[in-house]
């Protein structure tokens, strides 16, 4: 069974900076992709960043240049490090897992930014 288990959302100031972590429950190396995706209030769920993990990183346009996607392969965790957020940036986080053939999704972290 694939669990992948979401950590760090929380309230920030525009301007500010949040690492989101997502433990999974097997290697990560086992996986042909992992990522990060949000869906703000009323909206669409849309892909933030993903990592191949032998391979390399894409990011939407929107978080270029702001965000950076991870890994910890010791801790089978993958990292979303969020600097200079923007109101826009309010949204659940969810981490996903592409292995075997299946989509596997966490749970969610909310991140909100506000003043």
């Known amino acids: 069974q694939v669990r992948l288990v979401e950590s760090g959302g929380g309230l920030v100031q525009p301007g500010g900076s949040l690492r989101l972590s997502c433990a999974a429950s097997r290697n990560i190396f086992s996986f042909n992709y992992m990522g990060w995706y949000r869906q703000a209030p009323g909206k669409g769920r849309e892909l933030v960043a993903t990592?191949?993990?032998?391979?390399?990183?894409n990011y939407a346009d929107s978080v270029k240049g702001r965000f950076t996607i991870s890994t910890d392969t010791a801790k089978d965790t993958v990292y979303l490090q969020m600097n200079s957020l923007k109101p826009e940036d309010t949204a659940v986080y969810y981490c996903?897992?592409?292995?075997?053939?299946?989509?596997?999704w966490g749970q969610g972290t909310l991140v909100t930014v506000s003043s």
């Open positions: 990592i191949v993990l032998r391979g390399g990183t």
């Open positions: 996903k897992g592409f292995y075997v053939g299946s989509n596997y």
